[in-house]
T-cell receptor, first 116, second 113 residues
Framework: GESVGLHLPTLSVQEGDNSIINCAYS??????FIWYKQESGKGPQFIID?????DKRQGQRVTVLLNKTVKHLSLQIAATQPGDSAVYFC???????????????FGKGTKLSVIP | DSGVTQTPKHLITATGQRVTLRCSPR?????VYWYQQSLDQGLQFLIQ???????AKGNILERFSAQQFPDLHSELNLSSLELGDSALYFC????????????FGPGTRLTVL
């Protein structure tokens, strides 16, 4: 979608393959992380979340991995389908360690293109 | 469908004008957030309300203001509009306004000519 600037990282995968989208977050005190999917012309859609006391969480066809040591988050999509084509954002909730609110800070996003 | 509604879907106006964007949160959600999404800045947090009270401000300009009403719907007012205000404006809602999931509405596309 038209959500991020010109330097949006792009990942192209073959339909049926697994996709891995990576994200580096900024604040070591962040305690809640969310992955969103944004299709063109639509709002961000919740995919999966994880709290900082976990390092892995699985959903339907998706898995989120959290590595707090290197402040890295990844989203794995199994058996990628054409409908998975979208921009994917990771977001961290800075909690009270941030601006005194529970705002989300979003990464720049990765555009996933699925090749049929 | 996230359950968050926003109106209007599109808005075209001229520089110097004032507009109001409206958001209705999901049923049961007490907190509303506003975000701006532009091509060069990505998704930026503007302001948060919880149960009618302002909770936090982010990168919100002084020309912008918001409020949350007793029925929990929220309005974002943008005044003295400039070309650079053209963007997608999203509202999100969550139950507690703390570290819980924020669900986003479909957005309002604002074009300032």
């Amino acid at each position: 979608g038209e959500s991020v600037g010109l330097h949006l990282p792009t990942l192209s995968v073959q339909e049926g393959d697994n996709s891995i989208i990576n994200c580096a977050y900024s604040n070591s005190a962040s305690d809640y992380f969310i992955w969103y999917k944004q299709e063109s012309g639509k709002g961000p859609q919740f995919i999966i979340d994880i709290r900082s006391n976990m390092d892995k969480r699985q959903g339907q066809r998706v898995t989120v991995l959290l590595n707090k040591t290197v402040k890295h988050l990844s989203l794995q999509i199994a058996a990628t389908q054409p409908g998975d084509s979208a921009v994917y954002f990771c977001a961290e909730n800075l909690g009270l360690s941030g601006a005194g609110s529970y705002q989300l800070t979003f990464g720049k996003g990765t555009k996933l293109s699925v090749i049929p | 469908d996230s359950g968050v509604t926003q109106t209007p879907k599109h808005l075209i106006t001229a520089t110097g004008q004032r507009v109001t964007l409206r958001c209705s949160p999901r049923s049961g959600d007490l907190s509303v957030y506003w975000y701006q999404q532009s091509l060069d800045q990505g998704l930026q947090f503007l302001i948060q309300y919880y149960n009618g009270e302002e909770r936090a401000k982010g990168n919100i300009l002084e020309r912008f203001s918001a409020q949350q009403f007793p029925d929990l719907h929220s309005e974002l007012n943008l005044s003295s509009l400039e070309l650079g205000d053209s963007a997608l404006y999203f509202c999100a809602s969550s139950v507690t306004g703390n570290t819980d999931t924020q669900y986003f509405g479909p957005g309002t596309r604002l074009t300032v000519l």
